[in-house]
């Protein structure tokens, strides 16, 4: 990503991670934990109060408060009152939150491939008119055009003091 694709009024911040300067670190630091990724799941698939995120995901009352507190001062998710006596919320996901979506598709496709028998979910994709079918993603290079394979990837790594096998000596 860009600095010119990454105007946000609330930018998420960039978490201190040990190891590799590396934005998968980051990202992992910031929502990679198990209930975490439940909670936008179910925030995408229109789960929006706590009540529905907490039987939706099995995660323990207070852990997944405290998840959707971190999510929230991380800028991925917003709580907005939908009650005023008593004073409810629910959970809406941020332009931050809503750009994990090609995430949680990856990672259900990868899921349905190497971690169930049988997918239990299926993202259904209105193509043209009277045309739905299962989705079937691809990833494609913004710049050429292309579809984007693996083994045409290359790793240029801009992190001072560090090269692709790990940290340069005496930098």
């Given at each position: 990503?860009?600095?010119?694709?990454?105007?946000?009024?609330?930018?998420?911040?960039?978490?201190?991670?040990?190891?590799?300067?590396?934005?998968?670190?980051?990202?992992?630091?910031?929502?990679?934990?198990?209930?975490?990724?439940?909670?936008?799941?179910?925030?995408?698939?229109?789960?929006?109060?706590?009540?529905?995120?907490v039987r939706n995901?099995?995660?323990?009352?207070?852990?997944?408060?405290?998840?959707?507190?971190?999510?929230?001062?991380?800028?991925?998710?917003?709580?907005?009152?939908?009650?005023?006596?008593?004073?409810?919320?629910?959970?809406?996901?941020?332009?931050?939150?809503?750009?994990?979506?090609?995430?949680?598709?990856?990672?259900?496709?990868?899921?349905?491939?190497?971690?169930?028998?049988?997918?239990?979910?299926?993202?259904?994709?209105?193509?043209?008119?009277?045309?739905?079918?299962?989705?079937?993603?691809?990833?494609?290079?913004?710049?050429?055009?292309?579809?984007?394979?693996?083994?045409?990837?290359?790793?240029?790594?801009?992190?001072?003091?560090?090269?692709?096998?790990?940290?340069?000596?005496?930098?």
């Open positions: 990503m860009t600095s010119e694709t990454k105007q946000s009024d609330n930018p998420v911040p960039h978490p201190e991670v040990p190891g590799r300067p590396c934005s998968v670190a980051a990202a992992l630091q910031l929502v990679g934990e198990r209930w975490a990724l439940l909670a936008i799941r179910e925030i995408f698939y229109g789960n929006q109060r706590f009540d529905q995120i995901t099995g995660a323990p009352r207070d852990r997944l408060a405290a998840r959707l507190r971190a999510l929230e001062e991380a800028g991925v998710v917003e709580r907005r009152a939908y009650s005023e006596r008593p004073l409810r919320f629910d959970y809406h996901l941020t332009e931050a939150g809503r750009d994990l979506a090609p995430v949680m598709r990856a990672l259900l496709a990868w899921g349905d491939r190497w971690a169930v028998d049988t997918p239990p979910v299926a993202f259904r994709h209105r193509g043209g008119p009277g045309s739905e079918h299962d989705l079937d993603l691809t990833s494609t290079c913004r710049t050429c055009g292309e579809e984007v394979s693996s083994g045409a990837l290359t790793i240029d790594v801009r992190a001072p003091g560090w090269d692709r096998a790990g940290p340069i000596e005496g930098s």
